[in-house]
């Protein structure tokens, strides 16, 4: 077996629940919110918080949202995501596997087929599928990736692909996707999933930086490095350029608040409310902070978001998928596997 073959990569994503049964749903939810860095409160109130108030109200409500969404082949989010698995097993002789930060198929089910496929193996290259920093995604994904390896003593070691939000690779496939969308006279708004400001605060490398300092995201600073909303802004900028937006045709919000903390704004839902208010009446969205279809996009987004427009006085309303197996973002991740350094932004 050759050198090359040595190597296997793992496309990493979020996760889904098994099944859109409210027990399924509860299980999946218990373990993504028990997790310390998606709810970072001590461990005795998160688990009263998640376990007691949390996931008993919530299962049953968020069971029906996935019934909205579920299709023959399960969850979108993971459906997906291994499609994108087989789209690149056709690009690359070296093994290719799936793993989940929560539910299945998991961490180690992945180092393990791999295992299986090239016992030989040498090096492992982790993708986590989040495109920006955050200690809620790309973060745990990864910690979650090195704790599994240690633990299970596996001979080969990991690699990492960075985050990506301002890869031309990246840029150009995600703007890509959006172009045959854009229509003249409609406004399109970038809805990224919201997080809490304290993570914000709490993955600033400075300790004094992030929303700390006026206009923080625009001035330079190590902390832009692991800082999701200044990630998120340069995303839209970079795409706005290579769709040549003009200004005012476009504008950023965040989504999928959890909670009462204070979390990223403007919120989308109330973007929805204002908008038609403000003369936007036809618009456009897009969901840059996911590269796979899943309920954020496909319920919240293209089904709760758009009653909530159209109910303001809104007159059209298109959701923009996201970049699912498009042919440009699986030969991204080619390029990013065979040669790592294309990856990389400095």
Known sequence: MSDQIK???I??????????????????????????????SPYIIRSILVKGI???FRAAKSAEAYSTIW????????????QVKQELQQLIAEPVE???????????????????KNPDLEEVVLLPLYPHYAMSSYETAVVHAQDVHKKE??????????PFYNNPDYISALSESIAPHIQEGKHLLFSYHSIPERHIKKSDVTGNHCLNVAGCCDKPSAAHAYCYRHQCYITTKLVAEKLNLSEGSYSVAFQSKL??????????????????????????VVC??????CLETLEEVAIREKENFMEAGGVSYDFIPCMNTQASWVATIKKWFLDPKHAVIA
């Open 54 to 56: 949390i996931t008993p």
């Open 98 to 116: 799936v793993a989940m930060r929560y539910g299945s198929p998991d961490m180690k089910s992945a180092y393990d087929k791999l295992m299986a």
């Open 11 to 40: 496309l990493m994503n979020l996760g889904s629940p098994d099944s859109t049964s409210t027990k399924d749903v509860k299980k999946y939810l218990d373990e993504f919110l028990m997790d310390g860095r998606v709810i970072d």
């Open 288 to 293: 840059p902070s996911f590269v796979s279809d």
């Open 71 to 82: 299709t023959k082949d399960g969850s979108p989010l993971v459906h997906i995501t291994k």
């Open 7 to 9: 190597r296997g990569i």
């Open 259 to 284: 909670g009462r903390s204070a979390w990223l704004t403007p919120a989308t839902t109330a973007r929805m409310e204002q908008m038609p208010k403000e003369g936007i009446k036809d618009l456009m």
């Open 153 to 162: 003593k596996y001979p080969f070691k990991i690699s990492v692909i960075p």
